[in-house]
């Protein structure tokens, strides 16, 4: 099966990887704030569990506004949304048992956007590449990827600096492309391309 790949910048990657330490400070004090809701259920004896996850949402908060210094940022960020995903998850069974519907309906939500921020940070490791293939052409996006048909597609041109991919329906999508691959490959990319949509 006959493709090519070319490798772009996404603006919607970039943001995406720019906010996660938005989303771990955020996340962080959520928790803090949560934390501090089931302290007011939680019996005298057991007073000292809500300081463990009081010292893991400052944790993630400093995490959040001070991580980006660290060179290895994407592999920790991972770790610390399986982290704040465990936090929220326990929290949920507290709520549970204190029958509290609306800070119970809160904690699952944030464990399930928790394990989803997981979810699209592995997504930002992967190359950001458009590929023409014999079903048509794949533009990454941060959920799943997009899959344009050629009887949907007027045209695709690849320069040697932005990518344009017009469709019949008067829209078009254009990228910079990151790497460019040389004249050579440009042809061989636009004839690909050329022979999709005759």
């Known amino acids: 099966m006959q493709s090519y790949s070319v490798s772009i910048v996404s603006?919607?990657?970039?943001?995406?990887?720019n906010n996660s330490g938005l989303l771990h400070g955020f996340t962080g004090f959520l928790l803090v704030l949560k934390t501090m809701?089931?302290?007011?259920?939680i019996p005298p004896e057991?007073?000292?569990?809500?300081?463990?996850?009081?010292?893991?949402?400052?944790?993630?908060v400093?995490?959040?506004?001070?991580?980006?210094r660290i060179s290895a940022f994407n592999q920790w960020s991972k770790l610390f949304f399986i982290l704040e995903s465990l936090c929220f998850l326990v929290l949920t069974f507290v709520f549970?048992?204190?029958g509290k519907p609306i800070d119970l309906l809160f904690t699952i939500s944030w464990t399930i956007l928790c394990?989803?921020?997981y979810y699209t940070e592995n997504r930002m490791e992967r190359p950001?590449?458009?590929?023409?293939?014999?079903?048509?052409?794949?533009?990454p996006g941060i959920v799943a990827d997009k899959l344009i048909?050629?009887?949907?597609?007027?045209?695709?041109?690849?320069?040697?600096?932005?990518?344009t991919i017009s469709k019949k329906n008067n829209k078009y999508f254009q990228f910079e492309v990151a790497q460019e691959d040389g004249e050579s490959f440009r042809e061989a990319f636009n004839r690909y391309a050329l022979s999709r949509t005759e």
């Open 37 to 41: 809701d089931w302290t007011h259920y």
């Open 46 to 60: 057991k007073k000292w569990l809500p300081f463990l996850f009081l010292a893991a949402g400052v944790l993630f």
């Open 128 to 139: 950001v590449m458009v590929t023409l293939k014999n079903e048509g052409v794949v533009i």
């Open 115 to 117: 394990i989803f921020f």
């Open 11 to 17: 603006g919607s990657f970039e943001r995406r990887k």
């Open 96 to 98: 549970i048992s204190v």
């Open 62 to 68: 400093t995490f959040g506004l001070t991580g980006k």
């Open 149 to 163: 048909a050629w009887k949907e597609v007027e045209q695709v041109i690849l320069r040697n600096d932005y990518l």
